[in-house]
């Protein structure tokens, strides 16, 4: 079996925020499409993406943006606020398309905040990353979600009327 099936980006970013989404997005849960924070991050990717580049999907699981010289995979957000989660999600791109025997350096953009930060997948980042996929599978198997935990995070979780109301 496929050691990365069922495991995409998203759920590589949410995994370093809050389990309990981890669950509902991997069964397809519908989230609030009409959250304001979605709106924004769409928002923002769309007037992004008319400037820089355009994405394609990968395995029919992962959205990939390639940046201009097309050894560098990006990957946009709105704001540095959940740096770490970004920084996975990016790193397990490169992961993934190391599997397929390319590799690539990746890069973080945050264009209202005019960052850019290059990852370089280390060893250590590698095993970071294989635990990460070892505790989403692990999440994905329970029959029921992880019970939710108040996080700031919550306020704008499109799940959050699903969570506390
Ligand atoms: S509202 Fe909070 S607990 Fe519920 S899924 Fe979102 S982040 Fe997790």
């Not at 599978?137 to 979780?157: A, D, F, G, S």
Request: glycine share 6%.
């Amino acid at each position: 079996m496929n050691k990365l099936e069922n495991i995409n980006g998203t759920l590589i970013w949410y995994y370093y925020i809050c389990p309990r989404e981890v669950w509902l997005i991997g069964h397809g849960i519908e989230a609030d499409q009409e959250s304001d924070f979605l709106i924004l991050g769409k928002h923002i990717q769309e007037i992004f993406y008319k400037r820089q580049k355009k994405g394609f999907l990968i395995d029919n699981t992962i959205q990939i943006d390639i940046l201009p010289n097309k050894k560098i995979i990006g990957e946009i957000k709105k704001s540095s606020k959940f740096l770490e989660s970004a920084r996975m999600q990016v790193a397990f791109y490169i992961y993934y398309m190391k599997q397929k025997g390319i590799n690539l350096e990746g890069e973080l953009l945050i264009p209202e905040e005019r960052k850019r930060e290059k990852i370089v997948l280390t060893k250590e980042l590698e095993q970071k990353l294989e635990e990460a996929v070892k505790g989403i599978q692990k999440i994905l198997k329970q029959e029921t979600p992880p019970e939710p935990v108040k996080i700031p995070y919550c306020r704008n979780c499109a799940y959050k009327e699903m969570c506390w109301s």
